[in-house]
Each structure stands twice: as structure tokens, then as C-alpha cells.
């Protein structure tokens, strides 16, 4: 990863349960044009995933120069029997050093850890103050990334965060 362009993440729960699409496109070509975000970090895994790269894939087309990552937490089968579609879907697929012989059921904390750490901009699509998701944002906060709050989420929450 080049740490002379800015990277952005996102994370949410595995399931969502309302439309976030157009804000998540308004929060990224923002990123885009007033912070210089290049590269956008995905952990590829459940419906808000699915969603930010969608969003970032059709930015691509206004702003070809973008790049969309897959971060996996482990090697899988599934990427060489699928070779084609993560190629097409992806600009470059990492499983960073750091993960190599990581226990499976850890590293999938332990990567979304890397994308934080690796991002200057989390986008927070949470609508629960708990899970896998929630943590990732609470601990980029304690690293004072910059974050972005997907407000039609916060109907569901407890928003304790702004």
C-alpha cells in the first residue's frame, strides 16, 4: 500500500436494513474531491461491503484514477476457483503480512485492525453499539482517524458518536 495517497474504509453490521447507497456516495465523492482519497479498503464481507464497493466501483467511472482493495483476513480456495470475477471486481486483492499464520477465527479482527491502521478515513455504516463492525469504528476512534457517520443508520442506534 502507498502511503503517499489516502485510503478510506467503511464498516457496518453483515446485514442492513435500510438504504445507504446515496449517502455513502455523497460521504465518497466528497472524499474523493475535498480530501484526495485514492484508494478505498474493503473487507469484502457482508451487505455493507457489498454496498461501499458498489458505490466506489461506480465512482470509478467519474474518477478513473480511484482504486478499489480487497483486504482478506486468510487465503482461501474461493479466490483461484473465482479468479476472474475478484479480478474484475477489484483494482488489487492483500492479505497483509501480518495475518500470515494468524489463528482463523482471530483474523478477521486482526485484518480489519490492518485496514483501520492503513486508512485516514473510516466510514461508519454501524447502527448497533456492538459486534465486529462497532469495534473497528471505536477503535479507529482511539486512533483519531477521521470518521464519517452514515446518519440514516442512526435511527437504529444509540447514537453516542458524531
Same mark, same amino acid.
Given at each position: 500500500? &502507498?502511503?503517499? %495517497?489516502?485510503?478510506?474504509?467503511?464498516?457496518?453490521?453483515?446485514? =442492513?436494513?435500510?438504504?445507504?447507497?446515496?449517502?455513502?456516495?455523497?460521504?465518497?465523492?466528497?472524499?474523493?474531491?475535498?480530501?484526495g482519497v485514492e484508494i478505498f479498503l474493503t473487507g469484502g464481507m457482508g451487505e455493507t461491503d457489498e454496498k461501499f464497493s458498489s458505490v466506489v466501483? &461506480?465512482?470509478? %467511472?467519474?474518477?478513473?484514477?480511484?482504486?478499489?482493495?480487497?483486504? =482478506?483476513?486468510?487465503?482461501s480456495d474461493v479466490l483461484n476457483a473465482d479468479k476472474e470475477y475478484y479480478e474484475s471486481m477489484y483494482d488489487d486483492i492483500v492479505l497483509p503480512d501480518q495475518?500470515?499464520?494468524v489463528h482463523y477465527k482471530?483474523?478477521?479482527t486482526k485484518r480489519n485492525k490492518w485496514i483501520i491502521e492503513k486508512s485516514e478515513y473510516i466510514i461508519d455504516c454501524t447502527y448497533r453499539d456492538f459486534g465486529g463492525a462497532y469495534n473497528a469504528v471505536a477503535y479507529g476512534k482511539s486512533l483519531c482517524k477521521k470518521i464519517f457517520k452514515v446518519k440514516n443508520n442512526a435511527q437504529f442506534s444509540d447514537e453516542k458518536w458524531t
Open positions: 500500500m &502507498s502511503s503517499s %495517497k489516502s485510503n478510506c474504509c467503511a464498516f457496518g453490521h453483515r446485514k =442492513i436494513y435500510f438504504n445507504i447507497e446515496s449517502e455513502l456516495y455523497t460521504i465518497i465523492e466528497s472524499l474523493i474531491n475535498e480530501y466501483r &461506480s465512482l470509478k %467511472k467519474v474518477h478513473p484514477s480511484i482504486k478499489l482493495v480487497l483486504v =482478506i483476513p486468510y487465503f495475518l500470515m499464520g482471530s483474523a478477521i
